[in-house]
């Protein structure tokens, strides 16, 4: 594909459902469904996924077989995201085969022969929500989230929210790698990376600390003085790369997104010429038209309880 004119968030979303299938950490996974077995066995698992964005995950937990039965919560701040996750879910659910009785005011729900779920798309920011609401869940769901906000700070308001013994999974927490083959310059590429991860080091939101570069190896400790423990955690990386001069379905897409990140994180980084840093975009960009480029990022799956 030709480099895109207009980029779209849910486009990139969407795209990146087949990458993280592959990236998650099939073990970390299988740990949280058995740790989850016996919760549904007289009752609906309670399940709140934070950032939920459009949808991927619930289609993925129904389809991995995360719980048969579930009240599930899916909050995001983006009511757009939601609207698509609306549209996704109903088609996805048409394609499955899967029958949507009538369900309470607000609420999707999912039925088959094996299977009864309980959606509630909400609007509204993770925390303010988990503060505002006062309910227990028996498990929270942060897919590719908790890289985005303060740990020391933010756990602790998140896991007042889990019942006590109850369960969080946090995948695909960023963990300080970014590689792009082949380099386009031995200096400048390492420099580039470097200077991307510390913009993740200094980003703020509403004026506060919003997650960092490392924030993978620094889960353990944070979930510990939060009051946590880590019941199983693993490598869960995203590796992009063509298969017979291609890229599969939308990659190629997700490929031209991650440069276009890059480069708007850095646009503003003085030890960089804007005309230098738009050649080494551009020379990307071509790359990804060539099916040449591979992108791998470093990412950790963590499973725990509150003790």
Same mark, same amino acid.
């Given at each position: 594909m030709t480099v895109p004119r207009r980029y779209s968030f849910t486009r990139y979303l969407a795209a990146k459902r087949p990458i993280d299938d592959?990236?998650?950490? @099939?073990p970390v996974w299988g740990a949280m469904v058995d740790s989850l077995r016996d919760r549904g066995a007289h009752e609906p698992v309670q399940?709140?996924?934070l950032g939920a964005g459009i949808g991927t995950m619930v289609e993925?937990?129904?389809e991995w077989g995360l719980a048969p039965r579930a009240e599930y919560t899916a909050v995001d701040s983006n009511a757009s995201y939601l609207r698509a996750a609306r549209r996704r879910l109903s088609s996805w659910a048409r394609r499955s085969g899967i029958d949507r009785p009538d369900g309470a005011a607000g609420r999707q729900q999912f039925h088959t022969s094996t299977a009864d779920w309980s959606l509630d798309l909400r609007h509204a920011d993770a925390f303010e929500f988990v503060r505002r609401v006062r309910r @227990?869940?028996?498990?929270?769901l942060g897919h590719a989230f908790v890289d985005?906000?303060?740990?020391?700070?933010g756990l602790p308001r998140l896991f007042s929210a889990l019942r006590p013994g109850g369960l969080f999974y946090f995948s695909?927490?960023?963990d300080g790698a970014t590689i792009l083959e082949p380099l386009i310059d031995r200096l400048l590429d390492p420099q580039i990376e470097r200077m991307y991860h510390q913009?993740?080091?200094?980003?703020?939101?509403?004026?506060?600390?919003?997650?960092?570069?490392?924030t993978g190896r620094h889960l353990p400790a944070a979930i510990e003085a939060a009051g946590g423990e880590v019941v199983q955690m693993g490598a869960s990386d995203w590796v992009v790369g063509s298969h017979r001069r291609t890229y599969p379905g939308d990659e190629a897409y997700f490929l031209h997104f991650i440069i276009r990140t890059i480069t708007k994180a850095l646009r503003s980084a003085p030890e960089i010429p804007p005309p230098q840093l738009s050649r080494w975009a551009q020379a990307r960009h071509r790359q990804i038209e060539r099916s040449e480029l591979t992108y791998i990022a470093h990412q950790l799956d963590v499973l725990g309880r509150m003790r």
């Open positions: 592959r990236a998650l950490n @099939r399940i709140i996924e993925r937990a129904w @227990r869940w028996d498990l929270i985005l906000i303060d740990l020391h700070s695909l927490a960023f913009t993740m080091d200094r980003r703020t939101a509403d004026g506060r600390p919003s997650g960092d570069s490392q």
